[in-house]
Nanobody
Framework: QVQLVESGGGLVQAGGSLRLSCAAS????????VGWYRQAPGKQRESVAA????????KYADSVKGRFAISRDTAKNIVYLQMNSLKLEDTAVYYC?????????????????WGQGTQVTVSS
């Protein structure tokens, strides 16, 4: 079973950048679509970005388009989320997940084995 570990979060000022990493252990998520999600206090988890198994297709939430970029390093078994021009509303716990279905990853449904996530806090 693939276990995913998120890292790279932290405290950053508005306008700053962070790069999150999603590492797979126990197996590889090669060939699986991978998504990044976030959950802010008092809000439901929402999809942020997704990348297809081969890395050719990416999808973004409207709120992060042009600011965030998802990529994958197959050799290292890591998926990254580069976050630029961070805003206060980007503050949340960020999670990643993997699935063979890109559609499920985009929709964020039918996913299991959520990790601990990594906290991103954007300050003014």
């Amino acid at each position: 079973q693939v276990q995913l570990v998120e890292s790279g979060g932290g405290l950053v000022q508005a306008g700053g950048s962070l790069r999150l990493s999603c590492a797979a252990s126990g197996s590889t998520f090669s060939g699986n679509a991978v998504g990044w999600y976030r959950q802010a206090p008092g809000k439901q988890r929402e999809s942020v970005a997704a990348i297809s198994g081969g890395g050719a297709v990416t999808k973004y939430a409207d709120s992060v388009k042009g600011r965030f970029a998802i990529s994958r390093d197959t050799a290292k078994n890591i998926v990254y989320l580069q976050m630029n021009s961070l805003k206060l509303e980007d503050t949340a716990v960020y999670y990643c997940n993997a699935h063979s279905s890109m559609l499920q990853i985009i929709l964020g449904v039918g996913l299991s084995s959520w990790g601990q996530g990594t906290q991103v806090t954007v300050s003014s």
